[in-house]
């Protein structure tokens, strides 16, 4: 099982960013993947679910601007990321339920 995420970078407040994870060495579409974000000195913080039933949940903190989707045939997930603010600073790990992580991606929000 391997996870990867890309799509990290430096953007200005207001700006978007798109992140990918791909999936390897199992079928995402069959289980519940999630996003994590960590944010320098705290604690890690739940972004973001979507369900192998194709149920999807946000945080708080980023709900109506950040939409999780899915593309099957590529085995990845994906994080539109939008409105973005300088408190949405911090790196970002998909993971299959919590067991499986990726190496996460950092995303910087600065002006």
């Known amino acids: 099982v391997q996870l990867v995420e890309s799509g990290g970078g430096m953007v200005q407040p207001g700006g978007s960013l798109r992140l990918s994870c791909v999936a390897s060495?199992?079928?995402?579409?069959?289980?519940?993947m999630s996003w994590v974000r960590q944010a320098p000195g705290k604690g890690p913080e739940w972004v973001s679910i979507?369900?192998?039933?194709?149920?999807?949940y946000y945080g708080d903190s980023v709900k109506g601007r950040f939409t999780v989707s899915r593309d099957n045939g590529k085995n990845t997930v994906y994080l539109q990321m939008n409105s973005l603010k300088t408190e949405d600073t911090g790196i970002y790990y998909c993971?299959?339920?919590?067991?499986?992580w990726g190496q996460g991606t950092q995303v910087t929000v600065s002006s």
């Open positions: 060495g199992f079928t995402l579409s069959y289980t519940d």
């Open positions: 993971t299959r339920q919590g067991v499986y």
């Open positions: 979507i369900t192998a039933g194709d149920t999807i």
